[in-house]
């Protein structure tokens, strides 16, 4: 597959890790159609593209800020990662509180169709409001980082997928951190050595630039 590097990453000499999204095998193409949103990793940077899901108060019970665009994260401030159930509570409880006070009216009435119609509304009132406090909670992989967080949903991915894209993040953090992400192989003798280097230094090959993709 082919990623539009020279768009996304803030260097040239950045590569690829892994990416976490929805449409996450299509939404990096040429094309650079950031639809959905997507969190990608490279050797340096978090970049969070497409739709940005972003925290309120800590996403303590649904405070989400949804917009559109991208972000970038040095790895070096990424403070940790933890999956996370947000759900909206209020048209689901609304909905449950009405089918309750209309059952409530049906058993006063003394008319027994009100009563039988009554009943029937507050059953389905009750049973749209469960189905949509169900429908409307989703699962989130929250990134913190100094000064905020990313969310991303991550409703069709299994917890092995979600465990290891967090330990992902966390060597390739550790990497950096000790100057690791600054190297790469030589193509010739596979040995580690310095990213801007154009000879290597244990066998002598010309290394080749760095394409702009």
Same mark, same amino acid.
């Given at each position: 597959?082919?990623?539009?590097?020279?768009?996304?990453f803030?260097?040239? !000499?950045?590569?690829?890790?892994? @990416?976490?999204? $929805?449409?996450?095998?299509?939404?990096?193409?040429?094309?650079?159609?950031?639809?959905?949103?997507? +969190?990608?990793?490279?050797? &340096?940077?978090?970049?969070?593209?497409?739709?940005?899901?972003?925290?309120?108060? !800590? @996403? !303590?019970?649904?405070g989400?800020?949804?917009?559109?665009?991208?972000?970038?994260?040095?790895?070096?401030?990424?403070?940790?990662?933890?999956?996370?159930?947000?759900? &909206?509570p209020?048209?689901?409880?609304?909905?449950? @509180?009405?089918?309750i006070?209309?059952?409530?009216?049906?058993?006063?009435?003394?008319?027994?169709?009100?009563?039988?119609?009554?009943?029937?509304?507050?059953?389905?009132? +009750?049973?749209?409001?469960?189905?949509?406090?169900?429908?409307?909670?989703?699962?989130?992989?929250?990134?913190?980082?100094?000064?905020?967080?990313?969310?991303?949903?991550?409703?069709? @991915?299994?917890?092995?997928?979600?465990?290891?894209?967090?330990?992902?993040?966390?060597?390739?953090?550790?990497?950096?951190?000790?100057?690791?992400?600054?190297?790469?192989?030589?193509?010739?003798c596979?040995? &580690?050595? $310095?990213?801007?280097?154009?000879i290597?230094?244990?066998?002598?090959?010309?290394?080749k630039?760095?394409?702009?993709?």
């Amino acid at each position: 597959m082919k990623y539009n590097y020279k768009n996304l990453f803030a260097s040239q !000499h950045e590569k690829f890790i892994a @990416i976490l999204g $929805q449409d996450y095998f299509s939404s990096l193409l040429v094309e650079d159609d950031l639809s959905d949103s997507a +969190i990608i990793i490279s050797d &340096k940077n978090i970049y969070h593209v497409g739709r940005l899901y972003e925290s309120r108060l !800590h @996403i !303590h019970g649904g405070g989400l800020r949804v917009s559109r665009g991208k972000k970038t994260v040095s790895l070096r401030d990424i403070t940790g990662t933890t999956s996370k159930e947000i759900t &909206k509570p209020v048209p689901g409880l609304s909905l449950v @509180i009405f089918g309750i006070l209309a059952a409530i009216l049906g058993i006063l009435s003394e008319v027994m169709q009100s009563t039988i119609i009554m009943l029937v509304i507050a059953a389905l009132s +009750i049973a749209g409001g469960i189905m949509l406090l169900i429908k409307l909670r989703k699962r989130y992989l929250v990134i913190e980082y100094a000064g905020g967080s990313m969310a991303q949903p991550v409703k069709f @991915i299994t917890d092995t997928e979600l465990n290891l894209f967090q330990g992902i993040i966390s060597d390739e953090k550790e990497k950096l951190l000790s100057g690791m992400g600054d190297l790469k192989e030589c193509l010739n003798c596979g040995e &580690k050595i $310095q990213l801007s280097a154009r000879i290597c230094r244990y066998c002598g090959e010309t290394q080749k630039e760095p394409s702009a993709e």
